[in-house]
């Protein structure tokens, strides 16, 4: 087992760096507890990079994210940016072309602490544990782009490797879940879908002990809400991805209760980032909800550095934090983004619950 590791900070735009401080200080405390060291680099990303660097990601950073162990990121956006003509978007979609982070991870678990404050009924909650899987290189964000005062279009393509890569990863998570992959396309209408749908099928036959089912994409945002136990992975493209992961977010409660984990070839660094944006409307407050950030914090020692048990006292610290009532106004609590990460950090510091 390693114990030193050299981290990337991409804290970005809005209350991004409100959340990766947050997350660093659960970090720290981790390391501390469990005896590894822990060395950081951070450098600027999205809007802020864009006003003090003059692009939303420069050759330097992409070199030090691909020199580091793994890179944790709060968010990109900004409305100044929203005119163009580079947005602080761009920033993030090149650090995740750049480090070949095709398969991304989002995690979906209903939270026993919050089922009473979400919008959809305890009883559809209870127990749901989805993963979804996202492909993030490909299709509509990375094809071909034309952009005119009356015409404008987005290239979607595929290949058959980007599939069968990101298939792969699915498949493999569901064994080592309840057996499950749900491949959500629009092969119905789309071109794209119908080589998803036959490429995932084959695929398929590589892993007999996985069941599949397709359901098409306007359908599957449909159940989500309706039933969100029928589904355990969940594989789609970037673009459905993105949207039915926003969706799903309302699941556990909240955008600041998704983490994410953004991965390519084994070897390469991983991006750990939250689901959510960079929140202008919050931003600056305080209150921003760090638990997603810091549950990603959590899937990097898992996935990329090979630490579970680090995950899983930080997942423990979430969990306690959670039941010991310490929320953010987005679920439905009066605490602020430290007094959050204060509860989470106390497990570590006294090694058990927080009182
Ligand atoms: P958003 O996710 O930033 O916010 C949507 C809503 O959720 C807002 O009401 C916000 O206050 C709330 N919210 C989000 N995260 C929260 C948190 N941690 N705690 C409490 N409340 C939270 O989405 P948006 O408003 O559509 O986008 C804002 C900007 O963020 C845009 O520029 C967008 O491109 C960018 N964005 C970036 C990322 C990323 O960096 N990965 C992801 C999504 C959106
Ligand atoms: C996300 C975000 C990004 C995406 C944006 C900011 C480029 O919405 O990570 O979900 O669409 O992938
Ligand atoms: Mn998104």
Same mark, same amino acid.
């Given at each position: 087992m390693r114990s030193s590791f050299h981290i990337l900070l991409l804290p970005g735009d809005g209350i991004g760096p409100e959340v990766v401080g947050a997350t660093r200080t659960v970090m720290d405390v981790a390391a501390e507890h469990f005896g590894v060291e822990l060395t950081?680099?951070?450098?600027?990303i999205?809007?802020? +990079?864009?006003?003090?660097?003059?692009?939303p990601v420069s050759d330097e950073t992409?070199?030090?994210?691909?020199?580091?162990? +793994?890179?944790?990121?709060?968010?990109?956006?900004? *409305?100044?940016?929203?005119?163009?003509?580079?947005? *602080?978007?761009?920033?993030?979609?090149?650090?995740?072309?750049?480090?070949?982070?095709?398969?991304?991870?989002?995690?979906?678990?209903?939270i026993p602490a919050l089922l009473a404050s979400s919008t959809i009924k305890p009883e559809v909650l209870e127990g749901v544990d989805i993963l979804i899987i996202r492909e993030l290189t490909g299709g509509a964000y990375f094809g071909e782009k034309v952009e005119g005062e009356d015409l404008a279009s987005d290239l979607s393509v595929y290949t058959r490797e980007e599939i069968e890569r990101v298939a792969r990863v699915a498949f493999e998570a569901a064994e080592g879940r309840h057996g499950r992959v749900t491949s959500v396309d629009k092969a119905n209408v789309m071109a794209t879908g119908r080589?998803?749908?036959?490429?995932?099928?084959?695929?398929?036959?590589?892993?007999?002990?996985?069941?599949?089912?397709?359901?098409?994409?306007?359908?599957?945002?449909?159940?989500l809400i309706r039933d969100p136990k029928r589904f355990d992975v969940?594989?789609?493209?970037?673009?459905?991805?993105d949207i039915l992961s926003d969706e799903a977010a309302m699941l556990p409660g909240s955008m600041g209760m998704l983490p994410s984990a953004s991965l390519g070839v084994p070897g390469t660094p991983g991006i750990f980032e939250p689901v959510h944006?960079?929140?202008?409307?919050?931003?600056?407050?305080?209150?921003?909800?760090?638990?997603?950030?810091?549950?990603?914090a959590a899937m990097m020692f898992r996935h990329s550095l090979g630490r579970p048990d680090?995950?899983?006292?930080?997942?423990?610290?979430?969990?306690?934090?959670?039941?010991?009532?310490?929320?953010?106004?987005?679920?439905?609590?009066?605490n602020g983004t430290e007094e959050v990460t204060q509860a989470v950090v106390r497990w570590a510091a006294a090694g058990e619950g927080v009182t």
């Open positions: 950081y680099e951070e450098r600027k999205g809007g802020t +990079a864009l006003r003090e660097e003059g692009e992409l070199e030090k994210a691909k020199a580091s162990d +793994a890179v944790l990121l709060g968010a990109v956006g900004h *409305p100044d940016f929203d005119r163009g003509p580079v947005r *602080p978007e761009a920033g993030l979609l090149k650090l995740r072309k750049t480090l070949g982070a095709f398969a991304n991870l989002r995690p979906v678990t209903a080589l998803w749908r036959s490429v995932v099928a084959e695929v398929a036959g590589e892993y007999p002990g996985v069941r599949l089912d397709h359901v098409l994409v306007d359908a599957a945002a449909m159940f969940i594989l789609t493209e970037n673009l459905f991805g944006g960079s929140a202008p409307d919050i931003a600056g407050q305080g209150t921003a909800n760090p638990y997603a950030t810091i549950l990603s680090i995950a899983g006292g930080i997942e423990r610290g979430v969990s306690v934090a959670l039941e010991a009532g310490f929320r953010t106004p987005d679920i439905g609590g009066k």
